[in-house]
């Protein structure tokens, strides 16, 4: 069992009189640079922070020109990570393949990370959210096409000596040499977040990558999601390892249950209301029609149709409460889901750094020793972690 | 009325859904449907069948047509259209294109211009105009986009959009049946119009080999193209004239088939 600190470094400080979404055409004027400042500041202190707590890991992610997450290029930020942190391993949860040309940049920034970090760099790779196709006026109906090449071409840079010529439809390079090369070898550990596409499944489970659910779902479609990557590794002839699987959710520990709720909802409802609102725009051909299907099916149950905090409890959007609450939340999921790697949501929306900081310290005094005594058969810590086998 | 029989032809891309009826005319009509795949039932083509052969194919990811994964652009486009007409053994022809349709037609006409007639271009995109921009069609709402495709609020696609657009916090509550051919036919439009959005930079530096008298009508209800590209394709042809439509959006042919019937038979001749 591993524990990650997951940061999206939201904008918190949207006006009240705005209602439009936070994604595409939220005007930019709304951006403080001072606020944005202390911001990535005190997130940046909120990762580092996990690591003196007894994280595993801690996580960063890629979005584009929206209010919901300030970090187009999770790899500055992975990289300054790479240098406060001496254990934690540092998951890029990902960067969006197709919006790299060429794509060998990808190649060159994660093993600059894993070179400075002493190969502790989880590689992410990711297609990219609908939103980023508006934002990068990129075709979607390429969207598969680019990702399954650019993710071909950086793990040959990886594996593969150059110098070395790459002719693909997208991408189509004459000298691709990568120096650096990353430390962890044939390459660091892959992770794929994903949200219940089939193509996707299909991509981990053959690869043997690590497969990351995106939240914001009922519980039960999570149930689904891992049961049908479980199925898609035994296509592929063999059992998923725990540690192929990690289950992102929003975590808030307090002294008790009441003061949990308390000090938490606003801040949830902001982050639900405010920032989700246009996260869920699918461009055309982004998505191939059996792959749409199965995910319309889940759509009913996004947060953004929530209204009451029951359907919150009862949908386990968020696990929040005391730490026996957590706890025991926590450890039927983990045991139900089959995860071993467990991405926890401390900052959330609006929620300020003191109940952040709190919360991760409950959360890692309280909740995590717990845990790791509950599944000590799948229990790893560090950069002891094996590596899930690579590719061929 | 002639009702058009629906029936297939193998291409290189794989195997196109086409409409065809009709007979006479001083050459075949080729009708090229716009984003939203129309063709199927459509009145304005059984009218034209009256009077001369009609055919109507479907771009590939419309309808049952094969092939997307082997159009990336707007080039490979026109030449799928120039593979339709020597497989269908048309030497020429009179064209009929409506918005992606009429992008389709010019791009077809500039390159083989002696292929083409006669042209009529409905509302059709394909050019960048400065300070004219082509609404967005995509990731909008379905009741936005019904006021801007159709002049009557009572026309039953428009209806029907803005009925569909009342589920989608909850899409699962859509048959699929009813989506699946929407997300096809937005795929395939966005593989060949969404950067460039839905115009060809070279197109307008073109248009001069064009050959074929040519109609653009404008429907002055258009929600999605301004009258300056119409404008704009009429000053680059050699033989081309504007005709503005009344009461019609930018589906007019769908909205006003009587009208457009009258004009494209005024153009293409008995």
Not at chain 1, 117 to 128: D, K, P, T, Y
Not at chain 2, 6 to 14: D, F, L, N, Q
Not at chain 2, 53 to 80: K, M, Q, Y
Not at chain 2, 99 to 121: K, Q, Y
Request: charge should be negative; include cysteine; charged fraction near 20%.
């Amino acid at each position: 069992m591993r524990f990650f600190s997951f940061h999206l470094m939201p904008y918190p400080d949207l006006p009240a009189d705005y209602d439009g979404p936070a994604w595409i055409t939220c005007p930019n004027e709304l951006f403080d640079p001072r606020l944005g400042g202390d911001l990535y500041n005190r997130y940046i202190d909120e990762l580092v922070y996990a690591e003196e707590l007894g994280f595993d890991g801690v996580c960063v992610n890629e979005h584009h020109q929206n209010a919901y997450g300030i970090m187009p290029s999770p790899n500055l930020i992975a990289s300054i990570l790479a240098r406060l942190t001496s254990r934690v391993r540092i998951a890029v949860v990902g960067n969006a393949l197709p919006l790299y040309d060429p794509p060998t940049r990808v190649a060159e920034e994660f093993a600059m990370i894993d070179c400075i970090s002493g190969g502790r760099l989880i590689a992410g790779m990711v297609v990219g959210g609908g939103p980023e196709y508006y934002s990068f006026s990129l075709n979607p109906a390429h969207a598969r096409e680019r990702f399954a090449e650019a993710h071909e071409l950086i793990l040959k840079v990886w594996t593969e000596p150059g110098p070395f010529e790459y002719i693909g439809k997208h991408y189509k390079l004459r000298y691709v040499n990568s120096w650096p090369r990353p430390i962890q070898q044939p390459h660091p550990e892959i992770w794929i977040p994903g949200v219940g596409s089939l193509e996707t499944l299909e991509f981990v489970a053959r690869h043997r990558y690590a497969y990351m659910g995106i939240p914001y779902f009922h519980i039960s479609v999570f149930e689904r999601m891992f049961a049908m990557m479980r199925e898609a590794c035994r296509k592929e002839g063999y059992e998923a390892d725990p540690l192929q699987l990690g289950w992102l959710v929003p975590v808030f520990v307090a002294e008790t249950d009441e003061e949990a709720r308390r000090r938490y909802e606003e801040h949830f409802w902001y982050f639900v209301r405010r920032l989700l609102p246009g996260i869920n725009i699918s461009p055309p051909g982004y998505t191939s029609v059996r792959s749409t299907e199965n995910i319309m099916k889940n759509a009913g149950t996004f947060a953004l149709n929530l209204d009451s905090w029951d359907q919150v409890v009862e949908g386990q959007y968020a696990i929040v409460g005391s730490p026996e609450t957590v706890t025991e939340l926590l450890a039927a999921n983990v045991d139900r889901l089959g995860v071993g790697n467990l991405l926890g949501l401390f900052q959330l929306g609006t929620l300020p750094a003191a109940d952040t900081k709190r919360s991760l310290e409950l959360f890692a005094g309280e909740v995590m020793p717990k845990l790791r005594a509950t599944f000590p058969g799948t229990q790893v810590s560090g950069a002891d972690v094996a590596t899930p086998a690579a590719t061929s | 009325m002639t009702v058009l029989a629906p029936g297939t032809v193998e291409t290189a891309v794989g195997s196109i859904e086409l409409h065809r009826g009709g007979s006479g005319g001083p050459a075949p009509l080729l009708y090229l449907h716009s984003a939203q795949g129309e063709a199927p039932g459509m009145v304005l083509l059984e009218e034209l069948a009256d009077t001369r052969h009609v055919v109507a194919p479907l771009f590939p990811g419309f309808g049952a047509s094969e092939g997307l994964e082997l159009i990336d652009d707007i080039e490979d486009a026109a030449f799928h259209l120039l593979d339709v007409l020597d497989r269908l053994e048309l030497p020429w022809c009179d064209v009929v294109g409506l918005s992606l349709g009429g992008w389709m037609a010019a791009e077809l006409a500039v390159r083989w211009p002696e292929r083409v007639r006669r042209m009529v271009l409905v509302n059709p995109v394909g050019l960048y105009v400065e300070g004219a921009p082509i609404t967005e069609i995509f990731g909008r709402s379905l009741a936005e986009l019904a006021d801007e495709l159709f002049a009557d609020r009572d026309y039953p696609i428009a209806q029907l959009m803005r009925a569909m657009d009342g589920m989608e916090a909850d899409p699962s509550q859509i048959p699929f049946d009813l989506v699946r051919p929407v997300l096809q036919a937005q795929a395939a439009t966005a593989k060949v119009g969404w950067n460039p959005y839905l115009h060809d930079p070279k197109l307008r530096g073109r248009l001069g080999r064009i050959t074929s008298p040519t109609v653009i009508i404008h429907a002055r209800q258009d929600g999605i193209v301004p009258r300056a590209h119409a404008e704009a394709y009429a000053s680059a042809i050699r033989d081309a004239t504007v005709v503005d439509l009344d009461d019609a959006g930018h589906l007019a042919p769908l909205e006003r088939p009587g009208p457009v019937a009258t004009l494209v038979v005024d153009h293409l001749g008995d």
